[in-house]
């Protein structure tokens, strides 16, 4: 276990539809970085929060937002969704904003979401 | 922009085999990570490496970090079958923040 937590697990919902992906770091950790993992492909970095700032934007749609809150759970809304949108979505934190500089991400079990 | 590339993307051994993947990034990275996400799993962190030449091992796991901290391996020496999973290579680049660009892993399967 990890300790870091995805809700919910497993996801299934219609094309044009919004949904919402939460994440709640370790203890103590105050980054938490957004993937994307679809079929067959790696990692892609989707958007990093560092104590409920933005910090870095990857390849992320338009489409797709987050937060982090002063809990510092953080949320991945995915809205107008497409069915290439189906994929595997990874939330992962560390203690720092310098996941590079010092230290390693935990990683969530992941959300699997299904767009049809 | 700055691209981390993984070789080979498949590669099937057979227990007992040694099995060695490449990671390479186009830029000078700060450090490099490794992780292995094992079938239906999520990546796991295995080890970091920091300074040029560096060499690591975790038991049958080695870890090298290129002279110029462009390229790395791993190497597994007489795989198991619970070395299955994918491998990916995560460099480390620091800018006004810190950034991780993962490769596209390697998928290992090992044949009894």
């Known amino acids: 276990d990890s300790g870091v937590t995805q809700t919910p697990k497993h996801l299934i919902t219609a094309t044009g539809q919004r949904v919402t992906l939460r994440c709640s770091p370790r203890?103590?950790?105050?980054?938490v970085y957004w993937y994307q993992q679809s079929l067959d492909q790696g990692l892609q970095f989707l958007i990093q929060y560092y104590n409920g700032e933005e910090r870095a934007k990857g390849n992320i749609l338009e489409r797709f937002s987050a937060q982090q809150f002063p809990d510092l759970h953080s949320e991945l809304n995915l809205s107008s969704l497409e069915l290439g949108d189906s994929a595997l979505y990874f939330c992962?934190?560390?203690?720092?904003?310098?996941?590079?500089?010092?230290?390693?991400?935990?990683f969530g079990q992941g959300t699997r979401l299904t767009v049809v | 922009g700055q691209q981390v590339m993984q070789i080979p993307q498949y590669q099937h051994v057979q227990e007992g085999e040694d099995f060695t993947t490449y990671c390479n990034s186009s830029?000078?990275?700060?450090?490099i990570q490794w992780y292995k996400q094992r079938p239906g799993g999520h990546p796991v962190f295995l080890i970091q490496l920091v300074k040029s030449g560096e060499v690591k091992k975790q038991k049958r796991l080695t870890f090298q970090f290129g002279e110029a901290k462009k390229n790395s391996s791993l190497h597994i020496t007489a795989t198991q079958t619970t070395d299955v999973g994918t491998y990916f290579c995560?460099?480390?680049?620091?800018?006004?923040?810190?950034?991780?660009?993962f490769g596209p892993g390697t998928s290992l399967s090992v044949i009894p």
């Open positions: 203890s103590g950790d105050l980054s």
């Open positions: 830029t000078t990275l700060s450090n």
């Open positions: 992962a934190s560390s203690v720092s904003s310098g996941w590079g500089a010092s230290n390693e991400a935990f």
């Open positions: 995560a460099g480390g680049k620091k800018t006004s923040y810190d950034k991780v660009i």
